[in-house]
């Protein structure tokens, strides 16, 4: 593979991810050449982000797995806004006691997720292509999460309403996390979130992860929940923001498409 110019060189393997990955770290490492290879020639991954796949994207992701307790096998997570399978696809390969189901509104994409699945073989992941507003009232999960997809009260609008309870929301930000939580924690408090907090993996630079934890005890009032993300959605075309989760195609064979064969 690396003879060949056109084929980008794949990151070496480092160290720590057999930690991570364990008896599973050949599905990791496939992960990652998928990722360097059809995932940026697909647009989901940057042509520059190449040589550092694993540092700042799977090894990065894969962190999420230490705060999600065993709790028997089929124990469901959504991420919402999935696209190139992170942190999902992370998750399900480094935690086969789960159901990962990847949200996507965007085809293009979840069409890139349902052939990694297979050729992964990932018989825990599902693939949905929908926004994440319209899977509410049709899946819950105890998990939900997402990186890097909105600001974290917009994100608490979208995905509170997919929690079972008890449940929880685990966002994958940036060294910004903390603060942005902080400024946050009365809007989020008004939404149903009884109580947040930050957990720093890493240094707190570009490849550190912050998890912003936001926990609900009780289901949350889809009607009201639907108003807001209405306001949401009118205030972001009104700023021009272009997010990305509440965008794209409606759910496909009664909630998702399954990406194993």
């Known amino acids: 593979m690396g003879d060949d110019p056109a084929i980008p060189a794949l990151p070496s393997t480092p160290p720590e991810a057999e930690h991570v990955f364990g008896e599973r770290l050949d599905l990791a490492e496939h992960y990652v050449a998928l990722l360097a290879t059809t995932g940026i020639a697909h647009g989901l991954i940057g042509p520059r982000e190449g040589p550092r796949l694993w540092d700042r994207h799977v090894l990065n992701c894969a962190v999420v797995r230490e705060l999600i307790p065993a709790a028997g096998t089929g124990q469901a997570v959504i991420d919402v806004g999935s696209g190139a399978g992170l942190p999902g696809v992370v998750l399900a390969i480094a935690r086969p006691d789960l159901h990962v189901h990847l949200v996507e509104p965007l085809a293009r994409r979840t069409a890139w997720l349902s052939d990694t699945v297979r050729e992964l073989g990932l018989s825990n992941t599902t693939v949905h292509t929908a926004r994440a507003e319209s899977l509410w009232g049709t899946l819950s999960a105890p998990w939900v999460t997402a990186r890097a997809v909105t600001g974290i009260v917009r994100l608490a609008e979208w995905t509170l309403p997919l929690l079972s309870v008890p449940g929880q929301v685990l966002a994958l930000k940036g060294s910004r996390g903390r603060t942005e939580l902080a400024e946050s924690e009365r809007a989020l408090q008004r939404l149903g979130v009884v109580r947040s907090d930050a957990v720093t ?40 923001d272009r997010p990305r989760a509440p965008r794209g195609g409606k759910v496909s064979d009664r909630g998702g498409r399954s990406g194993s064969s």
Not at 216 to 240: K, N
């Open 201 to 240: 993996f890493g240094d707190s630079g570009d490849e550190g992860t912050t998890v912003l934890r936001l926990v609900v005890e009780r289901l949350v009032d889809l009607r009201r929940f639907r108003a807001a993300g209405t306001t949401s959605a009118g205030s972001a075309r009104r700023r021009g």
